[in-house]
């Protein structure tokens, strides 16, 4: 099957050993916790609760240490609680860490004073520095994004089990896009307990706009597996494609299984929208509708770096809501980018123009809302949730139909 974005190392001489070394490497999420997590998403589906996804952008094989991981725990749980403190709704909690190592990219050239070199595409293939060497895909990296993982992710678990003895609500749980099909395919693992497999890389995979095709190798990985799983969704998706990669990845029409994740722009979002939510509703998917309003609002600021702006974010997700309102349907949160420190890759909130970006601009690759400029969002998305809330759910088509055996 084709496999679009990626890449290209197969003639590394330490290509075989390292995926030899993650097909044999103990699983990074045990299946039980897979189990758990897919329960509580069914649960969140059929209770109106509401799920917040977010981290960097490209995580950092330099940030993944115990005190990295800690801090960016706290800001996903206080922004989870300021969610469910104005909603008064359960947040179930998902970090994009653990393993959001490779990014699939628009362009694989770009220009560096005059010599055109690889495009970085994450620490899992190649290095953010700027040289036609350091940007050479290597094998290696895989190895060193598993181990990364599973640091994150025992932190991860530790706090997940604080928060349980606690009784606050779940999580965090973690998340990838699931690019990079030499690394996910070797993380596939059976459970012993009910012998389906599951993927042992991350409890929540996400396939991008740029490889969610229904006939190729990622959409058919993720087919494969038990785990709920994400699919993102740009404003040129026709809806006929998005209802392949329903019955691609959610043939029985399980609550809790599939996440769509629309990411039109705040331009594009009130055309395109609206017919692929009826197509799906119609289709009798159960799907949980997650708003990513990030992606589709980049833009190049004059001083040359990527920024978005937290009015059009903002905008977005608000659409978003009206139109999941306006079809009955449940919008399910928010999917989004978010710093654990005070970034300044975003405009709006303390980052007044395009002017201050170049003040604190780590992002690897898209810019970050810094803690600050989330909580904004997440307020403006609260503001009439509490009050209006989704309408009665449709029924008919959008009810969940049986399942022949
Ligand atoms: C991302 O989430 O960082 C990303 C690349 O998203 P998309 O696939 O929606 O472009
Ligand atoms: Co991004």
New binding site residues.
């Given amino acids: 099957m084709p496999a679009v974005q990626q890449p290209d190392w197969q003639d590394h001489p330490a290509y075989a050993e390292t995926c030899e070394a993650l097909a044999s490497a103990p699983p990074l999420v045990p299946p039980g916790e897979v189990r758990g997590f897919r329960q509580a998403l069914s649960e969140l589906a059929s209770t109106d609760g509401l799920l917040l996804q977010l981290g960097d952008?490209?995580e950092s094989l330099y940030e993944c240490t115990p005190r990295h991981t800690s801090d960016k725990i706290e800001v996903i749980d206080r922004l989870g609680d300021r969610l469910s403190e104005l909603t008064g709704r359960n947040v179930l909690r998902v970090g994009?860490m653990a393993g959001?190592f490779a990014?699939?990219r628009s362009q694989a050239t770009e220009w560096h004073d005059a010599l055109s070199i690889p495009s970085f595409r994450g620490h899992m293939i190649n290095s953010e520095l700027a040289a036609p060497g350091t940007r050479k895909a290597d094998p290696r990296r895989m190895w060193w994004a598993y181990e990364a993982s599973d640091r994150v992710q025992r932190v991860l678990r530790a706090h997940r089990e604080g928060n349980r003895r606690a009784a606050r609500t779940e999580g965090p749980w973690s998340s990838h896009?699931a690019l990079v099909v030499d690394y996910e395919s070797r993380l596939i693992r059976r459970d012993p307990d009910t012998g389906e497999h599951y993927l042992a890389s991350t409890h929540l995979p996400?396939?991008?706009?740029?490889?969610r095709r229904s006939a190729e190798a990622h959409v058919a990985l993720l087919s494969t597996v038990v785990n709920p799983v994400g699919c993102?969704i740009?404003p040129d998706a026709d809806p006929d494609d998005v209802l392949r990669v329903c019955e691609a990845l959610d043939p029985q029409r399980d609550p809790g299984r599939l996440v769509l994740?629309p990411?039109m722009g705040r331009d594009r979002i009130r055309e395109s929208l609206p017919p692929i939510v009826r197509a799906v509703v119609n289709a009798g998917h159960p799907v949980l509708w997650l708003s990513?309003p990030?992606?589709g609002n980049t833009v190049k600021a004059s001083v040359g770096l990527k920024t978005r702006h937290l009015a059009d974010v903002v905008t977005e997700a608000l659409w978003f809501r009206d139109i999941l309102d306006q079809q009955r349907q449940h919008a399910a949160g928010l999917?989004i980018?978010v710093a654990a420190t005070d970034v300044t890759e975003c405009v709006g909130g303390s980052v007044a123009g395009e002017e201050d970006l170049a003040r604190h601009y780590t992002s690897l690759?898209?810019p970050r809302l810094n803690p600050g400029q989330a909580t904004e969002l997440i307020e403006a998305w609260a503001k009439d949730t509490a009050t209006v809330g989704p309408g009665p759910r449709r029924s008919g088509p959008s009810a969940r139909p049986e399942v022949a055996a």
């Fill in positions: 952008c490209a994009r959001q990014k699939p896009e996400w396939v991008g706009e740029r490889t993102k740009g994740i990411r990513d990030m992606h999917h980018e690759c898209d």
